[in-house]
């Protein structure tokens, strides 16, 4: 069955830096689509990184400039490096997985791991 375990959360101040991790098992990510998502209480859920199979990346407005989404193919996992974080990137951060048809066309997410938190304190 296929897993993703995220891992590298926590709490940190503001301007601080963290990298998230996402092992993947089960496939290789770099023959899916990968996205990383994140989700506040009383928000919805938002998408804020995406690696496309032909490796190209897009960013929600939040993130762009501070956050790299990113895959080791040899150790099977994706990455969300977070720069400069804010208090309103506090949230649970969620990979997940799509299959792909052609270089940046992503299905259906349908494989998602159990989330990991991230706190950030002013």
């Known amino acids: 069955q296929v897993q993703l375990v995220e891992s590298g959360g926590g709490s940190v101040q503001a301007g601080g830096s963290l990298r998230l991790s996402c092992a993947a098992s089960g496939y290789s990510v770099r023959t899916f689509c990968m996205g990383w998502f994140r989700q506040a209480p009383g928000k919805e859920r938002e998408e804020v990184a995406r690696?496309?199979?032909?490796?190209?990346?897009t960013y929600a407005d939040s993130g762009r400039g501070r956050f790299t989404i990113s895959r080791d193919n040899a150790k099977n996992t994706l990455y969300l490096q977070m720069n400069n974080l804010k208090p309103e990137d506090t949230a649970m951060y969620y990979c997940?997985?799509?299959?792909?048809?052609?270089?940046?066309?992503?299905?259906?997410?349908?494989?998602w791991g159990q989330g990991t938190q991230v706190t950030v304190s002013s």
């Open positions: 997940a997985a799509a299959a792909a048809s052609g270089g940046r066309i992503c299905l259906e997410y349908t494989g």
């Open positions: 690696l496309f199979l032909d490796g190209t990346t």
